[in-house]
């Protein structure tokens, strides 16, 4: 079978691709006066310091106002290229307008996480129960590292499809200029801009979470504590596929909503730690996932991934980024990721296969000293 990117044989991916968000985690404080940066010769606009001062932890507000600049410059330059930082601006000059639509939701209910009318008995049965048995007794696993389970009723699959349209239709008629997902998806919603946060929020936290603790479980004691939801659309209009990239999560949810379509299969070749995101993928690490409304996958933001086109019909999926700060900034320091990228592991039987042929041959030397 042809393979979309790469061949699995060692060739490099060009175009492998960070997806990523920007979106700020805080509230803006809609009390607070940001202070004037229009004097200062800087490479943001200043408009972008005094939108962003909005969304400054409470503590930050009193520093002065070099400090703060630099803490929000900081945050600029590490985490939003030139197209992200424009759509960052417009995302907070929309930030006000869309709680209104927050107010007057089409299903207010979705606001609040019921778990027997959003979830099906079976995942509810397996968290409930929070084993790695009663999870491993819901999953399949269509390739290492990547965990299919049933999840949502149709009911809510619903729901929420009807949702996101309203969504679209209500951005229309206001002319917005809508906040697109991420980088990589021009359709779709951000669920967490539209009042569903505080509901996603505990779906990460009490749904999600002891799952991911035994799937994987070199996040296992940093709790996943922000997410990016969004809902993202593929069909002849819309989307069609999506290139080969690795999330800006940790862990990454990803349920199927509806509504029909052919198509739009996952691809996964294997988990990479940055360092090594462009490195080839062994043959084991090839694998498919083919979407089922309802259904949903879990898998590391850094399994690298892409969708196949969607050749005909609709279908609308949601995702969410899964992330742990505190597992991030561990990370920083951590030079050997072996217990999860593929890379890192290949490398390091690699250096003890030769570390043993080495002593093997020293041994040998020796013997065939003593017993000359
Ligand atoms: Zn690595």
Redesign the pocket.
């Known amino acids: 079978m042809a393979l979309p990117t790469g061949n699995g044989n060692g060739v490099l991916f060009p175009a492998m691709l960070q997806v990523t968000s920007s979106r700020l985690r805080l509230s803006p404080n809609s009390e607070h006066k940001p202070e004037a940066y229009d004097d200062l010769k800087l490479e943001f606009s200043p408009l972008l310091f005094s939108s962003l001062e909005r969304y400054l932890p409470p503590a930050m507000l009193n520093l002065s106002r070099d400090a703060k600049i630099q803490f929000m410059r900081d945050i600029l330059v590490r985490y939003f290229p030139e197209a992200e930082r424009t759509r960052l601006f417009f995302s907070f000059q929309l930030s006000h307008l869309l709680y209104t639509y927050m107010l007057q939701p089409l299903y207010k209910e979705l606001q609040t996480l019921d778990e027997t009318k959003f979830f099906v008995p079976s995942f509810l049965q397996a968290v409930n129960a929070g084993t790695e048995e009663s999870f491993r007794n819901i999953i399949i696993e269509p390739t290492p590292g990547v965990y299919s389970f049933e999840m949502l009723q149709p009911n809510f699959c619903e729901m929420l499809i009807s949702e996101v349209e309203n969504i679209e239709t209500w951005v229309h008629d206001k002319k917005f200029k809508i906040m697109r997902p991420n980088t990589m998806n021009k359709y779709g919603a951000v669920l967490d801009d539209f009042g569903l946060e505080p509901m996603l929020n505990k779906l990460m936290d009490i749904y999600l979470r002891p799952m991911a603790k035994v799937f994987f479980p070199e996040i296992n004691k940093l709790a996943l504590d922000s997410h990016h939801g969004f809902i993202v659309e593929y069909g002849a209009d819309k989307d069609v596929e999506l290139g080969f990239h690795v999330d800006d999560s940790e862990v990454t949810l990803n349920v199927c909503l509806g509504k029909e379509f052919f198509g739009g299969e996952l691809y996964f070749r294997g988990v990479?730690?940055d360092?090594?995101v462009n490195t080839g993928t062994h043959q084991e690490e090839v694998g498919y996932y083919s979407h089922i409304p309802g259904r949903a996958v879990l898998h590391r933001g850094r399994h690298r991934h892409g969708a196949r086109a969607t050749t005909s019909g609709e279908r609308l999926n949601l995702i969410m980024w899964c992330r742990s700060s505190a597992y991030r900034e561990l990370k920083r320091y951590q030079t050997d990721?072996s217990s999860w990228?593929g890379?890192?592991l290949r490398r390091k039987k690699e250096r003890q296969h030769r570390a043993v042929a080495a002593t093997k041959m020293e041994l040998l030397k020796r013997d065939g000293i003593s017993t000359s």
Do not use: A, M, N, S
């Open positions: 990479r730690c360092k090594h990721f990228c890379e890192c």
